[in-house]
């Protein structure tokens, strides 16, 4: 697996301005993406060569004074639990708090390496004089940044990457499938992955105090390697404190931003919920390889017609994953589980597919033909061409004259055309839209 690095400190620190930076061209190319609208906490960044998951907790704060601690305390372990090295923001205008020592205090206690950053360090040649009052934390040399005006930003990226453990040959070796089973609890994920390994495994919890919620286990048959990541699920807000939901759900988008295939368990005898709506859409925005797995089938009772009948009606509730190829198994009795391999295989290939420039832009210019692009007020939308920017998901840049006229109805359009061309099964597919002036061309 690449390396985890999760950036730590009390609130206003400047942790998303700092993550922000480092992983700017992802974030810009996400919020460019239609209907993408959930802050990202996680991206794939590298420093000198090597990818590493930079984890944002800046979007866990607490609610009330009264529960900073606590929830400082929760992040904390997080952080510890998830971390390959761990990266310490504080804010050097406001000098070591009451609450960077309780941080310090834990993150000592991990034995994971930390790397000690004092932001908002603005007027560089000044601010370096503060710095001295952050080594008595004892976590080591404190590195003072400005992460508003990238200054510093080099020897902490440089003291993370000396801090990384050895690559794994995991990490080197890129056939290896990662597969995330998603899903509400007691849907039969750990039942589902027992099955597969032919084991009952125990709950790994492998840092006192702390349960982690994703576990990864290398796996290998005739059909290839894979890592299957085990996740928790989502639980619903009734049953949990919200602060706790956010981990729950903070460790599941970590899992499903892990993967190259997501398996969405649905148990048959409840059809599909809200919850697994909203866990489907997480790994449908993460841009994922979809399958949606109906569980417990042999405990409905079946006629004639049944199996298509519950097909429309998963695909009527999750209608944003029409592309998602459905199968139906028994976690418990092995039925059909054995048909995974070949779609978890079919469905990676789809979703890493690369299109040529020369053959996408001939399937537009056969949907224009087929279908006149729309007109507002006298103007007409005009499609130059179109490129692939991306895989993982297939990502199409499309040029036109305006971008308010290339109207969603037509860009569905032409996702459905590129879909029926090039099957994409499995797979989301995202357009980009850029204007091109026509004195450009």
């Known amino acids: 697996m690449k390396p985890i690095v999760a950036i730590i400190g009390k609130p206003n620190v400047g942790k998303s301005t700092f993550f922000n930076y480092l992983v700017g061209s ?11 609208t959930r802050d990202r906490i996680y991206a794939e960044t590298n420093w000198r060569g090597r990818s590493f998951t930079l984890i944002d907790t800046g979007g866990i704060e607490p609610d009330s004074e009264d529960i900073i601690l606590s929830q400082m305390r929760e992040q904390a372990n997080l952080a510890i639990s998830m971390a390959d090295v761990i990266l310490f923001l504080t804010d050097i205008k406001q000098g070591v708090t009451a609450s960077d020592k309780e941080i310090a205090v834990m993150l000592k206690k991990s034995g994971k390496p930390i790397v000690l950053v004092c932001n908002k360090a603005d007027n560089f040649e000044k601010d370096q004089q503060e710095v001295y009052e952050f080594y008595n934390l004892g976590i080591g040399e404190p590195y003072p940044i400005s992460a508003t005006n990238a200054i ?33 609890p007691n849907v039969g994920k750990s039942s589902l992955i027992n099955h597969i390994l032919g084991e009952n495994r125990a709950i790994v919890s492998d840092i006192a105090g702390t349960t982690r919620d994703a576990i990864d286990t290398e796996f290998e048959n005739e059909k290839g390697k894979y890592t299957l990541i085990d996740t928790a699920g989502i639980r619903r807000k009734s049953k949990v404190k919200e602060s706790i939901e956010k981990f729950s759900i903070m460790r599941t988008l970590l899992a499903i ?27 449908h925005e993460a841009g994922k390889g979809v399958i949606i797995v109906v569980n417990k089938w042999d405990m409905l009772e079946k006629e004639t017609g049944t199996l298509e009948k519950y097909k429309k009606e998963v695909y009527d509730k999750l209608k944003y994953l029409s592309y998602a190829p459905i199968i139906f198994i ?14 978890i295989n079919y469905v990676a290939e789809q979703n890493a597919m690369r299109i040529a420039t020369s053959v996408l832009n001939q399937v537009i210019n056969e949907a224009i033909a087929i279908v006149q692009p729309p007109t507002d007020k006298g103007k007409r939308l005009k499609i130059y061409y179109g490129t692939q920017a991306s895989t993982k998901p297939p990502t199409f840049v499309i040029f036109v004259n305006n971008k308010q006229l290339f109207h969603f109805s037509y860009e569905r359009y032409i996702v459905n055309q590129i879909r029926k061309e090039f099957g994409l099964e499995g797979t989301p597919v995202r357009i980009i839209v850029r204007e091109k002036n026509e004195k450009d061309i």
């Open 26 to 36: 992802r974030i810009s190319i996400v919020q460019d993406t239609p209907g993408v």
């Open 330 to 343: 028994s976690a418990k009795t092995g039925q059909r589980v054995h048909k995974l391999f070949d779609l």
């Open 152 to 184: 510093g930003i080099g020897d902490v990226l440089d003291k993370i990457y000396e801090s990384f453990p050895a690559k794994s040959e995991n990490e080197k070796e890129e056939n290896i499938t990662k597969v995330a089973i998603i899903g509400k």
């Open 257 to 283: 931003e892990r993967a190259d295939v997501c398996l969405m368990l649905i148990d048959a005898t409840e059809g599909v919920t809200d919850q697994d709506a909203k866990i489907a859409g997480e790994a």
